[in-house]
């Protein structure tokens, strides 16, 4: 009987130990996220977004210094026709 209950309280010990490493690793995780949400207040003709000051920031850095994003530029092919109408993009050239 006695061996049996240490068994168990090993097995507690254990499974304790599992779930505190757990718990650290999703606290870990938890705190390098960070998320967006709510109303974003976006102008409809630059789509610059107004932070909590008021003032206008470009959607890049503000969702930067928001979130783990980052941006990397490219075209779509509405855009790259206004330019050059004579050639046309599908966007399908550099992959």
């Known amino acids: ?3 049996v209950a240490a068994a168990a309280s090993l097995k507690v010990r254990h499974l304790h ?3 505190q490493k757990l ?3 999703v606290e870990k995780a938890m705190a390098e996220v ?3 949400s709510g109303l974003l207040p976006i102008c409809a003709s630059c789509k610059k977004i107004r932070d909590d ?3 206008w920031n470009h959607v890049e850095s503000y ?3 928001r979130s783990q994003a980052t941006f990397s530029h ?3 092919p509405d855009c790259a026709a206004r330019p050059y109408p004579e050639y046309p993009y599908t966007g399908q050239e550099r992959r």
């Open 1 to 3: 009987m006695l061996l």
């Open 17 to 19: 130990a599992q779930q």
């Open 23 to 25: 718990k650290a690793e």
């Open 34 to 36: 960070k998320t967006l």
């Open 53 to 55: 000051r008021g003032y």
């Open 63 to 65: 969702i930067s210094r």
């Open 74 to 76: 490219g075209i779509c």
